[in-house]
């Protein structure tokens, strides 16, 4: 199974790719232009081929690559996301604009292999028009029926997750069971205190930015040496960012860090007190369900991003044996 993998980040799709094909699965090329996932991406694919810039990629170097299979692309959210709360463009944008290129390279890898599969993943909270006009482009290049399947990460793993997955055959509900709990992420609680979140980032989390539109909210406050939530009239930045220690998943990671906070209610005692702290880098690694210790770059602002922009292999699992 010769594949193309585009906008490849850290290689989360050949993650997946690999545990399903084994050694028949063949990477024809990949294409990533940040030097600091092609760093990560090379220690695991050291004999990829990197076509670099999308952009700069012509119709000869997919034909000099011969017959692919399938390709796979989570192109930019950026224009599409809802985090994303003003001026957003959707497919008109500079970075989320990116999935007209990539369907010009799938014209080409068609053209080759007429039978050619593709996986496209992206923000399951874009607008509906944008996700339509997706399916409906990419039906225009297959004379196909083409399936936009919606999946939660948190089937398999404990971070919610939402995202569409475009392909030619329609995937089936997941039925299974999720193969983690919330202990198998957490890491100690004499470890997780040396996270706790410092008074400025509180203070950050507890403010009210103008673009926030629900009616209430809460903040937390300081009891003794731990914490409580506090209901206010206003919106915060606490009500829609984070997660807690009392819920069933965590919410999902994002590429900045100071937005990645948990409530943890298992280091203090009484049922409503808690320490609010950023993830460590472990719980990153087991909320995406990669191998340990996948990433290697120490420095917190990368590390993050670098997970943030990626997938979770075992969704790309479930997807690729029923395609």
Known sequence: MRYLSLFSGIGGFEVAIHQVFGNKAECVAYSEIDKHAITEYERHYPNHQNLGDVTKIKKKDIDGLGRIDLVVAGFPCSDLSSVKHKDRQGLDGTKSGLFWTMLKIMKWAKTINPDLKFIIENNASMAHKWRDMITDELTKLFHKK???????????????????????????????????????????????????????????????????????????????????????PYPTRLSTRGSSTKNDYISCL???????????????????????????????????????????????????????????????????NHI
């Open 146 to 232: 083409v399936y936009c399947n919606y999946f939660d990460s948190s089937q398999w793993v404990v971070q919610r997750r939402r995202r569409y997955y475009w392909t030619l055959s329609e995937i089936p509900e997941y039925k299974g069971k999720r193969k983690q709990n919330m202990n198998d992420v957490l890491i100690p609680i004499a470890e997780a205190k040396k996270f706790t979140l410092s008074d400025k980032a509180i203070a950050y989390l507890n403010a009210s930015p103008s673009h926030l539109i629900s009616k209430h909210g809460e903040i937390i406050i300081k009891k003794d040496n731990c914490y409580l939530k506090q209901k206010v």
């Open 254 to 320: 994002v590429t900045k860090y100071d937005s990645c906070f948990l409530l943890d209610y298992r280091l203090c005692k009484g049922e409503h007190s808690f320490l609010p702290r950023y993830l460590a880098k472990t719980e990153f690694n087991n909320l995406f369900g990669y191998p340990k210790n996948y990433i290697k770059n120490d420095h917190t602002t990368i590390f993050t991003r670098l997970y943030g922009m990626s997938v979770v292999p075992l969704v790309i699992k479930y997807i690729l």
